[in-house]
């Protein structure tokens, strides 16, 4: 026969245990809470239907151009227009070819390796995905960053729901600065001098694409409002020019 106190004792030590479980897992759901609510929405910037014009009256290559890009997987980043508001910097001499390596944005705390990235079968900027999905891709069939024309390098703003290399691009400002280090141990700097947002069915493709007078950066992310399947509506694009190297 068990004692009656030492009925109540484990009866007591029960209680203790369930009570101290619940708190536990208490606990538990409030940090995920937390750290879930820590992330917010990227930067947005100014929602435009064109962006700046190009210097030369922008004829762009048609094999260098492609019909859409891709946010994730199964969808395509688009190209849009942007509208250069500033008198053209100081010109800067081009680079001779070299491919890229890696890029630094200080102010937004970028600083990642990239990789070639080209078209799929239907045409389409193929995005990064797998290994290399949070990383950078410079367009293959754009210039190298510091040749003339414009160079060109995507990256999501997030993955499956989570932030990814260029989640603070929008937040990027005229005389931000954007390094380039090239396969031949040179660094290009460019400039930023706009930035902006296009729906995706209004993407500034020969802003983007386009011939310009000298060496020019085109950085491309997704952004504004999730449609029903969770996808950005628009594109932001970020317009930079060689400042030296």
């Known amino acids: 026969m068990t004692p009656q106190g030492s009925s109540r004792q484990g009866g007591g030590r029960r209680l203790m245990v369930a009570a101290l479980v619940v708190v536990a897992l208490l606990g538990a759901t409030l940090l995920v809470i937390s750290l879930t609510g820590q992330v917010g929405d990227p930067p947005q910037p100014e929602l435009r239907s064109q962006g700046p014009e190009v210097s030369d009256g922008g004829s762009a290559e048609p094999s260098a151009v492609p019909s859409t890009a891709a946010e994730e ?11 250069p508001t500033e008198e053209a910097a100081t010109p800067v001499a081009p680079l001779d070819r070299s491919e890229p390596t890696s890029m630094t944005i200080p102010s937004i705390g970028v600083d990642e390796e990239l990789f070639p990235i080209g ?127």
Do not use: M
């Open 73 to 83: 997987p199964d969808e395509e980043p688009q190209i849009a227009e942007p509208d």
């Open 119 to 245: 078209l799929g079968q239907n045409g389409e900027l193929l995005a990064p995905q797998g290994d290399r999905a949070n990383q950078p891709a410079w367009f293959d069939g754009s210039p190298t960053p510091g040749e003339n024309g414009p160079s060109v390098i995507e990256g999501h703003v997030t993955w499956h729901g989570d932030p990814s290399v260029f989640f603070e691009l929008g937040g990027l400002a005229p005389g931000d600065r954007i390094d380039v280090e090239r396969e031949d141990g040179t660094t290009a700097t460019f400039e930023v001098y706009d930035s902006a947002r296009y729906p995706k069915d209004e993407f500034p493709t020969l802003a983007v694409y386009g011939r310009t007078d000298g060496p020019e950066l085109r950085v491309i992310t997704c952004g504004g409002d999730l449609d029903a399947d969770g996808h950005h509506l628009d594109n932001t694009v970020v317009f930079a020019r060689l400042v030296q190297n």
